[in-house]
């Protein structure tokens, strides 16, 4: 019993066909009427089963063919017409007729050869971009499942933080490395306060082309994660994510004018150190002013007094040299 399941096996492994370029662009009544007219020499007797193990050998099983199928995006109707061009002209010739396998073997492999010179001239796939995105431009054909593969990355992309000014400009580009369709459709949605990549919790904002969004005064309430996500049709490409943290101005602008007082103003920085809370430095002006002015007055009176005082020995000094040489000349 064993036995027959393992033939089974075996025959239905045989006959089941493995896919390649040639199973996923000729049909399988062209290939019938090809192999129709396989005869193997050796016993002089037709044998279809003959013609389609050669196929395989030929084509499904041979690396040089599926590498030769591997074709960009868009360049499988190219694989099929070539191998049309190879095969059909076969299957005109060889239907209804008799032809020993020798002639197969040596049409065949002349097929064979044919196509891989001319599918491995056309444009491959020139690679993908890390770390997201649908990116079909990427793909390339898989002559053993007879679909394109993708790049295989997931659609959501890791989540960029913006820190930003209250009322200052945010800018977010909605911008990926890897070619798109021209039927983009972008939607901007925003989930406010948190940093999340839950899709739930987003709320739309924007729907249209614009790949820019632009907040121009930035306040505490646009805090949180945005994302846009890039559809072409009814497909999305990618979704992006920017985490905006906004910094309050009030906060901001004290720290600026308190760090301004400690380094020149104040270099000791005793007035301005006070135990509960930081001072208001607004309130510390008047006392400032008055302080900058007194020190002003004073140097004002200190110069002025200065000058009175160098200016009286210099006169006496001419009064008694006047006097000495009116005494000489005497
Ligand atoms: C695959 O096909 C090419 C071209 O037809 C041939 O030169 C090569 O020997 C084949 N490879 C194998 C493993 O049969």
Redesign the pocket.
């Given at each position: 019993m064993c036995t027959s399941v393992l033939r089974l096996l075996c025959v239905s492994l045989l006959l089941s066909p493995s896919l390649s370029c040639y199973q996923c662009f000729v049909d399988v009544q062209d290939s019938l009427r090809l192999c129709w007219g396989h005869v193997l020499t050796e016993h002089n007797v037709r044998n279809v089963d003959g013609c389609f193990r050669k196929l395989d050998r030929i084509f499904n099983n041979?690396?040089?063919?599926i590498e030769a199928g591997r074709v960009g995006q868009g360049y499988d109707t190219q694989l099929k017409a070539i191998l049309d061009a190879e095969i059909m002209p076969l299957v005109e010739e060889f239907d209804n007729k008799l032809n020993p396998d020798t002639v197969y073997e040596e049409r065949l492999?002349t097929a064979?050869?044919n196509f891989?010179a001319a599918a491995s001239k056309l444009p491959r796939v020139t690679g993908c971009f890390p770390p997201c995105g649908f990116q079909s431009a990427g793909a390339v054909y898989n002559c053993i499942t007879c679909k394109y593969d993708s790049c295989e990355f997931p659609l959501d992309c890791p989540v960029e933080e913006i820190k930003v000014m209250e009322n200052s400009r945010s800018r977010m580009r909605c911008d990926v490395p890897f070619g798109l369709p021209n039927d983009i459709e972008v939607i901007w949605r925003f989930a406010e306060e948190v940093k999340t990549q839950q899709l739930d919790q987003f709320k739309e904002v924007t729907v249209g082309v614009d790949r820019l969004y632009s907040i121009p005064s930035t306040r505490l309430h646009h805090q949180g994660t945005y994302q846009c996500e890039i559809y072409s049709g009814q497909n999305s490409i990618v979704r992006l994510y920017y985490y905006i943290t906004v910094t309050p101005q009030v906060v901001a602008g004290h720290t600026e004018l308190q760090e301004i007082f400690d380094l020149s103003l104040l270099p000791g920085g005793q007035l301005l150190s006070s135990p509960d809370g930081p001072p208001n430095p607004i309130l510390q002006l008047p006392s400032l002013l008055t302080a900058c002015l007194t020190t002003s007055l004073l140097l004002l009176c200190l110069s002025l007094g200065a000058l009175y005082w160098s200016s009286i020995p210099q006169r006496r000094g001419d009064a008694d040299e006047t006097d000495g040489s009116e005494d000489e000349e005497r």
């Open positions: 041979n690396e040089t063919v492999q064979a050869d891989i």
